[in-house]
């Protein structure tokens, strides 16, 4: 066992060295890393698109999609496609189903991407929501088709996108008019403008500013306009960008430098007797060399190395998805819902929240919201048993004000202040000092209920730190 111990002791050592030694070498990537989610109505062509998106850029193949197609095909799920390029298990895929958050990176020269959350089948609301809480850029999908944008935007789900994309915080909103090459358009302009024009009306009145959506028009299964820009004899009246140049040319997206580091930890392993973490950097920088928390628990560790999905890095900024390498814990065994925490300002660990919640949906036979309603709590990686404590005010969605004090219940479609009883603590943060770790879900029967966001953590737990 001595002996063991000592071989044990003497690989950690040397792979430590080795990591450190790297480290100093590392070319940087600079270029900047967007998280994207694709919104719309069903049918408007979200998996198309993002399945052209990955072969114009190199990802895939069209051998490898045409292998895809037809695995889709044999498992009588053709629609499913974009399903089938993003990481998700065989096990899933045969079932038609994709994990929580689907993930698919593709880069430029300008810029590294990453698609989250796989579209297909999951075009209801509530599941949305997940992807795009993450997401800094939504795409809007809109289908041109005659009749399909009418029913998409007349109770159907295009102004529901765009008005929780708003709410969840997504900053910039691209909107695709996409099916601009079907017979009933044609790249008619007279067919582009009447669809704008309405939009237009729609995104004001969900909160979006001018400045902060603009509109592209293309084709997604025809590719056209997508990577490379129009030419004239398609289309002789747009000339603006194509929708991977209107990202690229996006100015450098604002992130949280400011609320200190905060790393969810997704998924922890052991390689080689030394600590690896995956996260996604939420607010502030990391870099080799430098001593952390995890959180909870206030474990001290060191950062040997930075690993993302092409490169590696001495610091990382907000945004990227990482592999970290930890030296000064043994055991990967490391709690969900852990966060990798600055050591100056640690995150907060805390089992009652003040918090908004928008319902979305109930469990069957639920009708209303009450006191003593119970959930599970989803905010970044942690899960936990959430009962509410009591109901403090409804508040008007579009002003925040408190309309009601003291409501017995609220219903679907509206929204409240009040307060939440975590089973047990989680780190969580105030939606003022970082929205990142202030989202949050409510789920039951995998159904998403509320949308909510922390508004409060006490005064004791903010003395506390
Ligand atoms: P999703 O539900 O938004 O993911 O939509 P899909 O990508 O599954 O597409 C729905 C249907 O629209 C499929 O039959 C596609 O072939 C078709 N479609 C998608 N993009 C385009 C396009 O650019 N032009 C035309 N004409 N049809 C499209």
Known sequence: DDIEDDIEEEVVTTTTKKLQEAAIHLPEDSREHLNLVFLGHVDAGKSTLSGSIMVLTGQVDEHTLAKYEREAKEHHRESWIFAYIMDTSEEERAKGKTVEVGRA??????????????????NYVPNMIIGAAQADIGILVISAKKGEFEAGVDGGQTIEHARLAKMIGIKQLIVLINKMDEPTVKWSKERYTEITDKLNTHLKKCGWAAKDYQFIPGSGFSTLNIRDPLKPNICEWYQGPSLIQALDILPPFERNLTSGLRIPITTSYKERGIVNVIGKVESGTISVGQQVYIMPGKTKVEVLSLTGDVSSFRTCRPGENITITLKGIEDESIRPGSVISEIQKPVAVVNEIEAILYILDLPNERKIVTADFTAVFHAHTAVEDVKVKSLIATIDMKTNKELKQKPAFVKVGEAVKCRLLLGRSV???????????SRFTLRDSSKTIAFGKVT????????AL
């Open 105 to 122: 990176h593709f880069e430029t020269e300008k810029k590294r991407y990453t698609i989250l959350d796989a579209p297909g089948h999951r």
């Open 427 to 437: 780190c969580i943060e105030e939606f003022e000092m970082n929205p990142q770790l």
């Open 456 to 463: 409060s953590i006490g005064k004791k737990a903010k003395e």
